[in-house]
């Protein structure tokens, strides 16, 4: 089993922007020296608990302060992007990446950054305009002939060489372009089926069990759509983790850290007004009340010693019918930096060793 990050990246609102900047990138260094297969990150634009707009010039930073991991924007937000300039824009940062890009899409699901952008999400218009961005920026890519498009959403005109001197030249390193990864996070994602329609990554947040299996139907629903097999190798899982040498230390440190503190200030309030928390309840008819981080950590959360943790992975790998890489979930833990850094160390060094048998095949 791979395993990587998922990074909002997420940040106290207190947080300076530039020191918040500066810690991500060090974590993903002490990441890459770990051994961490791949990183994900973020974008939004209207969340103080997600401060960053431009994932891409943070993995332009990290690229000079790593060696062999892999970084992707988890994701770029298509809607809000003219995908001619973002295609040039991704081609660009896959060169300077040497083959350590990858791409993650999706339609973005906070309703505040469609109200920014003037996009009808509650209709689904941020699902039309993704599935367009990227029939745009595939047709870009293929680097043949003149261009003209002319869409719902946006008009793109590729011409032959102008005054002998200027024409389409950038097209990505990867051929035909860097992997893509698809992130989403309704029941049952129609986001997710692009995944299943084109052979993409499936990137999936994994609450209950009902609700991860959804994920993969969506996936699977959209090969079938193109008679492609789908493989769970593939399926990205994204998870809480905490680890320490105990399960009473590592409690009691996500309890009285960044990680709890995040739910119960952000993530809880945000997703009980999104109509989300049904997908962490492992009782569906628990009160939303009761879902809390002392139940998160006890029923979701993957924490506790090294031990525990690799029998809590080994059972959700179970229970899903199998996927290829877990994604941990990552919170500025400025004030335990050392805690946070002994559990990154634990998974890579104690944890994921125990599971290598766990390939998603």
């Not at 990867?174 to 986001?191: D, F």
């Not at 609700?211 to 759509?225: D, F, H, P, T």
């Not at 049904?278 to 950590?297: G, Q």
Request: charged share 20%.
């Amino acid at each position: 089993m791979k395993y990587g990050l998922f990074m909002m990246p997420s940040h106290p609102p207190e947080r300076n922007i530039y020191d918040a900047h500066q810690w991500d990138v060090d974590y993903l260094t002490l990441c890459d020296t770990l051994g961490y297969d791949e990183a994900w990150i973020g974008e939004h634009f209207t969340s103080p608990w997600e401060p960053i707009p431009a994932p891409d010039l943070m993995i332009a930073q990290a690229l000079m302060r790593t060696k062999r991991i892999k970084l992707g924007t988890g994701v770029h937000l298509l809607p809000y992007h003219h995908p001619a300039e973002l295609a040039h824009r991704i081609a660009y940062l896959d060169h300077l990446a040497q083959g350590r890009f990858l791409l993650g899409i999706g339609a973005s699901g906070l309703p505040s950054d469609w109200a920014l952008f003037n996009v009808d999400g509650f209709n689904g218009e941020h699902r039309d305009m993704t599935r367009e961005s990227l029939d745009i920026m595939l047709k870009i890519w293929q680097g043949e002939g003149p261009l003209e498009y002319r869409g719902k959403f946006w008009n793109v005109n590729l011409t032959d060489t102008m005054y002998g001197l200027l024409h389409r030249f950038l097209t990505p390193l990867q051929k035909p372009h860097p992997p893509i990864g698809v992130a989403a996070a309704s029941y049952n994602s129609p986001t997710l089926r692009i995944a299943g329609e084109r052979g993409y990554l499936p990137l999936s947040l994994a609450f209950n069990i009902d609700y991860i299996n959804s994920q993969w139907a969506a996936v699977l629903e959209g090969a079938q759509k193109t008679g492609r097999t789908a493989s769970r190798r593939d399926w990205r899982l994204v998870r809480d983790v905490y680890i320490a040498e105990t399960d009473e230390a590592a409690r009691e440190q996500a309890l009285n850290g960044m990680l709890a503190r995040a739910w119960r200030e952000y993530l809880i309030p945000l997703f009980k007004e999104l109509t989300f928390l049904a997908s962490m309840k492992m009782d569906p008819d628990m009160p939303d009340e009761a879902l809390t981080p002392e139940y998160m950590v006890d029923h979701v959360w993957l924490v506790g010693s090294p031990e525990t943790v690799t029998n809590k992975l080994r059972k959700m790998y179970h229970d899903v019918g199998g996927f290829g890489c877990l994604l941990v979930l990552v919170y500025d833990h400025w004030q335990n930096q050392q805690g946070w850094e002994t559990s990154t160390r634990l998974l890579a060094e104690e944890v994921m060793p125990r599971v290598a048998d766990l390939t998603g095949e």
